[in-house]
């Protein structure tokens, strides 16, 4: 296939580098304003030509419709050589299906009940901690809350005490590098011996080893702890009979932990940032919590009581959603908006201009959760709502996701609230997630 070379194209961009200073220095700007040149549009980042996808017919089209034209794109072939090749990062294909199908039974709903009474006694112990007029980084208390809560669904027992430490100290390094290689024109290789390449051979070793002795342990055990970890072990694939060798299970705890970890923190800090401006939101919230939750502990069975709750997580995920795109990469040439899309070439979807569609969302840009009352049934059914993608490689994790914030959230919102403590413009990371690294706030009692 030729490519066609008439689609619209962004321009203003680096002679050398294209579009990609934009990209890391200010993204929100740059794909708000994609929309404007039309459904979808070209940019180039460094030497790379992507394709940007602006309206949900085309996303879904990706995602969905020709989700067999494409595989996981640049972001994830990246992250894939720090990480392995969990079910996040794996291309796809019939091997990508098979590890689906294996992964599965580890978030059935039987055992997300189990794992929502971890979150319960994790934000229980956290919300004891608070203490009013206390300031807090409020991302640093949602990831230390996400990554206990992971590490103890992950691993039931304390044999994976040791291999969550080493992924709070290792992890940042790895995650840090993933960012800078994804907004970087050319990219020192990681066989070099530079003293970042050094730190990174080290980090990515002591997760290895710490994860793999974790194994071996429960291996050696042959006892089911009920646990992600376990359900891993016993997987068997009903059609091909496969079973996950020590790799593919290390791959995958390295993913799960990668990816469920920054998103939720991320989301969490978005929503009490968001609370904290819309007080007549936050009072419906509060008045929610106080007569459903009496015991200031949400659980798991209280959730489909509690729409204000599940409301504020939808919108939240809606404005600041954890990927500002989601990257693929044609697989073979394929056709898309009129044009022809060549194999290997990046397309992006913007997930700003998926979430802002004004025709589904009026006043866009307001933080408004009553919207889900009437929104909910159709956002479903299209692609104006991708928080956590769509097709076969939507996230496997959304329900566990969700059901965590809900319990956090809520259960936070039910003692205290969050004023912000400074007045600025918040900065938010470029890379693997959309963070907000300078939000400080005070902790006040209801």
């Given at each position: 296939?030729?490519?066609?070379?008439?689609?619209?194209?962004?321009?203003?961009?680096?002679?050398?580098?294209?579009?990609?200073?934009?990209?890391?220095?200010?993204a929100g700007?740059l794909?708000?304003?994609?929309?404007?040149?039309?459904?979808?549009?070209?940019?180039?980042v460094?030497?790379?030509?992507?394709?940007?996808?602006?309206?949900?017919?085309?996303?879904?089209?990706?995602?969905?419709?020709?989700?067999r034209?494409?595989?996981?794109?640049?972001q994830?072939?990246?992250?894939?050589?720090?990480?392995?090749h969990?079910?996040?990062?794996?291309?796809?294909?019939?091997?990508?299906?098979?590890?689906?199908?294996?992964?599965?039974?580890?978030?059935?709903?039987?055992?997300?009940?189990?794992?929502?009474?971890?979150?319960?006694?994790?934000?229980?112990?956290?919300?004891?901690?608070?203490?009013?007029?206390?300031?807090?980084?409020?991302?640093?208390?949602?990831?230390?809350?996400?990554?206990?809560?992971?590490?103890?669904?992950?691993?039931?027992?304390?044999?994976?005490d040791?291999?969550?430490?080493?992924?709070?100290?290792?992890?940042?390094?790895?995650?840090?590098?993933?960012?800078?290689?994804?907004?970087?024109?050319?990219p020192?290789?990681?066989?070099?011996?530079?003293?970042?390449?050094?730190?990174?051979?080290?980090?990515?070793?002591?997760?290895?080893?710490?994860?793999?002795?974790?194994?071996?342990?429960?291996?050696?055990?042959?006892?089911?702890?009920?646990?992600?970890?376990?359900?891993l072990?016993?997987?068997?694939?009903?059609q091909?009979?496969?079973?996950?060798?020590?790799?593919?299970?290390?791959?995958?705890?390295?993913?799960?932990?990668?990816?469920?970890?920054?998103?939720?923190?991320?989301?969490?800090?978005?929503?009490?940032?968001?609370?904290?401006?819309?007080?007549?939101?936050?009072?419906?919230?509060?008045?929610?919590?106080?007569?459903?939750?009496?015991?200031?502990?949400v659980?798991?069975?209280?959730?489909?009581?509690l729409?204000?709750?599940?409301?504020?997580?939808?919108e939240?995920?809606?404005?600041?959603?954890?990927?500002?795109v989601?990257?693929?990469?044609?697989?073979?040439g394929?056709?898309?908006?009129?044009?022809t899309?060549?194999?290997?070439?990046?397309?992006?979807?913007?997930?700003?201009?998926?979430?802002?569609?004004?025709?589904?969302?009026?006043?866009?840009?307001?933080?408004?959760?009553?919207?889900?009352?009437?929104?909910?049934a159709?956002?479903?059914?299209?692609?104006?709502?991708?928080?956590?993608?769509?097709?076969?490689?939507?996230?496997?994790?959304?329900?566990?996701?969700?059901?965590?914030?809900a319990?956090?959230?809520?259960?936070?919102?039910?003692?205290?609230?969050?004023?912000?403590?400074?007045?600025?413009?918040?900065?938010?990371?470029?890379?693997?997630?959309?963070?907000?690294?300078?939000?400080?706030?005070?902790?006040?009692?209801?």
């Amino acid at each position: 296939m030729t490519a066609v070379t008439s689609s619209p194209r962004l321009g203003g961009g680096h002679l050398v580098s294209g579009h990609l200073a934009q990209l890391r220095d200010d993204a929100g700007s740059l794909l708000r304003r994609l929309p404007e040149a039309g459904d979808m549009v070209r940019i180039r980042v460094g030497w790379r030509t992507v394709y940007v996808v602006n309206s949900p017919e085309l996303a879904h089209q990706v995602l969905v419709g020709d989700a067999r034209s494409y595989v996981k794109g640049a972001q994830f072939e990246i992250a894939a050589r720090y990480f392995g090749h969990g079910l996040a990062t794996a291309p796809g294909g019939a091997a990508h299906l098979v590890q689906r199908r294996m992964l599965q039974p580890a978030f059935h709903r039987a055992r997300l009940a189990r794992y929502s009474v971890v979150m319960r006694d994790v934000v229980q112990a956290k919300a004891s901690e608070w203490r009013p007029g206390d300031r807090v980084r409020v991302y640093e208390q949602m990831y230390d809350m996400a990554i206990e809560i992971l590490g103890r669904t992950l691993f039931a027992t304390g044999l994976g005490d040791h291999v969550i430490d080493e992924f709070r100290q290792c992890l940042p390094t790895l995650i840090k590098d993933v960012q800078h290689r994804i907004t970087s024109l050319i990219p020192i290789p990681g066989a070099v011996p530079t003293s970042r390449n050094n730190r990174i051979s080290s980090a990515t070793k002591r997760l290895k080893a710490a994860t793999t002795s974790v194994i071996a342990a429960y291996r050696a055990s042959g006892t089911d702890q009920r646990d992600i970890l376990s359900s891993l072990l016993a997987a068997r694939d009903e059609q091909t009979q496969h079973r996950m060798t020590d790799k593919q299970i290390h791959d995958e705890i390295v993913t799960l932990i990668v990816g469920g970890t920054e998103t939720t923190a991320a989301t969490l800090s978005w929503a009490f940032h968001l609370l904290a401006a819309n007080p007549h939101v936050e009072a419906e919230l509060h008045a929610e919590l106080d007569a459903l939750v009496p015991s200031n502990v949400v659980r798991h069975e209280d959730l489909p009581q509690l729409p204000v709750l599940t409301s504020v997580i939808r919108e939240t995920l809606r404005l600041h959603p954890t990927l500002l795109v989601i990257t693929r990469k044609a697989a073979i040439g394929t056709r898309l908006a009129g044009f022809t899309i060549p194999s290997g070439a990046q397309v992006w979807i913007n997930m700003h201009a998926l979430h802002h569609d004004s025709t589904t969302y009026p006043e866009p840009d307001r933080f408004i959760p009553s919207r889900w009352d009437r929104n909910s049934a159709q956002s479903s059914r299209d692609a104006t709502y991708l928080p956590f993608g769509a097709g076969n490689r939507k996230c496997i994790g959304d329900e566990f996701a969700l059901i965590e914030a809900a319990i956090i959230l809520g259960t936070l919102a039910s003692t205290w609230k969050l004023r912000h403590s400074t007045q600025h413009a918040i900065r938010t990371t470029a890379g693997t997630t959309a963070i907000p690294m300078n939000l400080p706030m005070e902790i006040c009692q209801r």
